[in-house]
């Protein structure tokens, strides 16, 4: 995406005296150019940034996930002891 001027294509430019029809669809051609190139970059940039939106959210999915177990695991634990230990002692 690097380029080495602002605008992508450059201009035509023409003398004032000569300014024909022909010129002006010159003109919507460059502007048609000029929309395709940045619509082209704006596009590979927007993949780019869904791609590292798709890896980040994956990743924090899966931390999210692991906290979730963990937890589980924490506040199920004690329980399913207490519950072990009453049916044990009321034999």
Same mark, same amino acid.
């Given at each position: ?29 460059? +502007?048609? =150019?000029?929309? &395709?190139?940045?619509?082209?970059? *704006?596009?590979? @940039? ?28 924490? +506040?199920? =634990?004690?329980? &399913?002891?207490?519950?072990?230990? *009453?049916?044990? @002692?009321?034999?």
């Amino acid at each position: 995406m690097a380029r080495s001027a602002a605008f992508p294509v450059r201009p035509q430019h023409y003398n004032s005296a000569f300014h024909t029809p022909h010129s002006a669809f010159r003109f919507v051609n460059w +502007f048609d =150019a000029v929309d &395709a190139t940045y619509r082209a970059d *704006l596009r590979e @940039l927007n993949e780019l940034n869904l791609a590292r939106f798709d890896a980040k959210l994956e990743q924090r999915l899966a931390q999210v996930k692991s906290d979730l177990v963990k937890w589980m695991f924490v +506040f199920w =634990a004690p329980t &399913a002891l207490g519950v072990v230990s *009453l049916l044990l @002692l009321r034999r």
